[in-house]
């Protein structure tokens, strides 16, 4: 069955680098796109951004300055960087599949 | 950048009634909408697609509805498990920009 994992460090500290990973399976990421979304404490939804199952990628024009998604499709993951970290990036991160199936989310802490 | 605007922010609704809730596109966005319920604590879950598809197993009391700029999500006969929180998205095109919500209480 369809499945997304997201993966990361919990804790960044300002103006650091977050690295997170989504691992998936039950489905080729030749054949499916994967968003990132994510959702700060309380509040609503952000659709950060998308690899498409070609490779190429698009992003939310406020977070394309700093932000990457890339993908290793031997090992079904995909990778979302992100740097100048600060406290309001703070929030659960989630990849999906084209919306209907999504990740369980991580939890990422921006605090020194 | 199109901005998705839901209404009402939120709604408090005894068992059994109908509620209906709004999204609108600052521009066309033809039927291109989805329809998200979100628990606390848990991740998104997809009740409708390309404005009016029901996903599967989503229960026949949610429909949607619309074209163009002005969508609606409407809950018949609401349940108890139905409080949540309550996403429209734009798709197909990027960005996938969400709504910022409506919240359904139960009386």
């Known amino acids: 069955q369809v499945q997304l994992k997201e993966s990361g460090p919990g804790l960044v500290q300002p103006s650091q680098t977050l690295s997170l990973t989504c691992t998936v399976s039950?489905?080729?990421?030749?054949?499916?796109?994967v968003h990132w979304v994510r959702q700060p404490p309380g509040k609503g939804l952000e659709w950060m951004g998308v690899?498409?199952?070609?490779?190429?990628?698009d992003y939310n024009s406020a977070l394309k300055p700093r932000l990457s998604i890339s993908r290793d499709t031997s090992k079904s993951q995909v990778f979302l960087t992100m740097n100048s970290l600060q406290t309001e990036d703070t929030g659960i991160y989630y990849c999906n599949r084209n919306g209907a199936d999504w990740g369980q989310g991580t939890l990422v802490t921006v605090s020194s | 950048n199109i901005v998705m605007t839901q209404s009402p922010k939120s709604m408090s609704i005894s068992v059994g009634d109908r509620v209906t809730m709004n999204c609108k596109a600052s521009q066309n966005v033809y039927n291109n909408i989805a329809w998200y319920q979100q628990k606390p604590g848990q991740s998104p879950k997809l009740l409708i697609y390309?404005?009016?598809n029901r996903y599967n197993g989503v229960p026949d009391r949610f429909t949607g509805s619309g074209y163009g700029t002005d969508f609606t999500l409407t809950i018949n006969s609401v349940q108890a498990e139905d409080a949540a929180f309550y996403y429209c998205q734009r798709i197909y095109n990027s960005p996938r920009t969400f709504g910022g919500g409506t919240k359904l209480e139960l009386k």
């Open positions: 690899i498409w199952s070609g490779g190429n990628t």
């Open positions: 390309y404005a009016s």
């Open positions: 039950g489905f080729s990421l030749t054949s499916y796109n």
